[in-house]
């Protein structure tokens, strides 16, 4: 039937053509089927449209643009979990900034220290990184750990943030933060008998005594000092204390 009908218009066609072109010229073959064919097939296009049954393509009839947003909790989900992966504290800061820091800090406490572990980290978000440095010697250490002092950028130089007695590393910057500085995740306590803390952000500063703060897993943070292999070696007789906060 659609062949009839292909071949009926086709004929139409031809006859249109030969009127428009009036009598003496001469016809092109090429011409006039290559016409009669085009006219044929926009009169079957337009037959097939108004069928009932007939299935448009979803590509070609779509009338509105699509949109390349995410949903909007999607979006939001997202860019959740996006600024917490991208949350990456560490900085860096060259070490000899670090060293003269650490070095006019000792000099205002008047103490000395026997060795000393540093890392710049953006604790408070602002873009300037802090200083966090782990003390160790006798002006510095108790049976339970020794001294975590967070420096920040001044007009001249750096100053004290807080001071952290008995602390045992990894010093790790958790996911969550205290008044938008980052909580610190550490262990305190003596060898075999370790456990790990958190250290949130107070308005003074970080927790005086890590001894006395909550204990914490330490999952998902990121560490800023890490523990040496005599500090692991001290933390193997509560390995199962560890496991169950990790």
Known sequence: MIALELSR?????????S?????????????????????????LAGCAGDAPNATPDPALSAQRPIS?????????????T?????????????IATRDKAVSRTLLSLGKSAERQRSVGADLDGDGTPEIVVFLEGEDFCARTGCTLIV??????????VSRTLRVRP???ALPGSGLGWR?????????GQLKRVALPFGGSGYPKN?????????????VLIAATRDEQTAAVGNSDLIANQN
């Open 210 to 222: 890590a001894s006395i703060a909550s204990a914490a897993a330490m999952t998902g943070g990121e």
């Open 151 to 160: 420096l920040r950028r001044a007009r001249a130089g750096y100053r004290t």
């Open 9 to 17: 218009h086709s004929a139409g066609a031809s006859r249109f053509l």
């Open 170 to 172: 990894p010093v790790v």
């Open 82 to 94: 996006q600024s917490v992966a991208a949350t990456s504290v560490r900085a860096d800061l060259p």
């Open 19 to 43: 009127n428009l072109r009036g009598p003496g010229t001469r016809r092109s073959p090429c011409a006039t089927s290559t016409g009669a064919i085009a006219i044929a097939a926009t009169l």
């Open 68 to 80: 390349l947003s995410a949903p909007q909790g999607a979006l939001g989900q997202a860019g959740e």
């Open 183 to 191: 909580t610190l995740g550490v262990r305190t306590g003596l060898p």
